[in-house]
């Protein structure tokens, strides 16, 4: 096989230039056009192993995809079953503590009661959102509402867990409520409640042995107003911290829905708001929810 001189070797890159051509004799240019055809196979053979690779990754997300898909279908179906059933029996609690409220002989047995039927008509429009999962009723009833009051209500509703929360002798989580300006929305007044009782379940896992648990209520900007829940936890890692709104994304295992923080965006972006998490590990995260006041509520 003949050996190109230097000359002819750098002049084979440029053979579509006349005075260069001349350089290569035939048998020249038959050796070139088969190495480069040579060339030109393993170059389309590389660019299909490539495409064949890509291909199949695309195919394996897209698998991935579907079992995520149906998985989550598949819990959706299983939750509005088990919602309808539910929604029956809380409702019947509801009604009953209502009744026994009215016959109440002293104001703390009425009081007791009255949290319980707050409780149980809590529980019902969560087991709402819960069967409807993302799908939002447009004649759903809004109103104004205070959120100093819904704030309080849910405080009160989980003061037992509070009291409760980790070791006998941790003092369980201290709560500091404070309402710098009262303030107002229109919003669903039981998917508000669910929304505070939500982050406040959400605290106490943070605080296994107990803790503080600061909550806000004010203006956010001239037309705007916040919550503000800090809890003193163990913090949500930065890579975890990109997904806990994402719907059945949960950290607890078994033990989770995952459900909870997506239900609470899903409240707010109803509601017209936004909301934003910063966190430190190891100690502690801070909720900041802004919503529109009443008045400058974004139809939906």
């Not at 084979?12 to 020249?28: G, I, M, P, Q």
């Not at 079953?81 to 002293?106: F, M, P, S, T």
């Not at 006998?168 to 009262?182: A, F, H, T």
């Amino acid at each position: 096989m003949p050996v190109l001189g230097k000359e002819r070797a750098l002049g084979a890159l440029y053979l579509d230039h006349a005075s260069v051509a001349a350089l290569f004799n035939s048998e020249d240019l038959r050796l070139l056009a088969f190495i480069a055809g040579l060339v030109s196979q393993a170059l389309g053979v590389e660019e299909l192993e490539t495409q064949a690779a890509e291909s199949l990754k695309a195919l394996d997300e897209a698998h991935r995809h579907l079992l995520r898909t149906e998985r989550n279908r598949l819990a959706g179906e299983l939750a509005s079953g088990l919602a309808h059933d539910l929604k029956n029996l809380v409702a019947a609690i509801a009604a009953r503590a209502e009744l026994l409220g009215r016959k109440a002989q002293d104001e703390k047995t009425a009081k007791s009661l009255a949290t319980i039927e707050k409780a149980a008509w809590t529980g019902s429009t969560m087991l709402e959102r819960l069967q409807e999962c993302s799908r939002v009723h447009e004649n759903t009833p809004r109103q104004r509402v205070e959120l100093a009051e819904i704030a309080r209500d849910a405080v009160d509703l989980m003061s037992y867990r509070f009291a409760k929360q980790g070791r006998q002798d941790s003092g369980g989580i201290s709560v500091d409520l404070k309402i710098e300006e009262e303030v107002s929305v229109v919003a669903v007044p039981g998917e508000l409640r669910e929304l505070f009782l939500n982050l406040f379940v959400n605290a106490c896992e943070a605080m296994p042995d107990g803790g503080d648990l600061r909550v806000r209520i004010g203006r956010g900007g001239d037309a705007q107003a916040q919550i503000e829940v800090s809890d003193t936890g163990v913090g949500i890692p930065p890579d975890v911290l990109k997904t806990i709104f994402k719907p059945f994304f949960t950290t607890k295992g078994s033990s989770g829905t995952g459900l909870g923080l997506s239900v609470v965006r899903g409240i707010i972006l109803r509601c017209g708001g936004s909301v934003t998490v910063e966190s430190d590990v190891g100690s502690g995260s801070t909720f900041r929810v802004v919503l529109p006041l009443a008045g400058e509520q974004v139809r939906t």
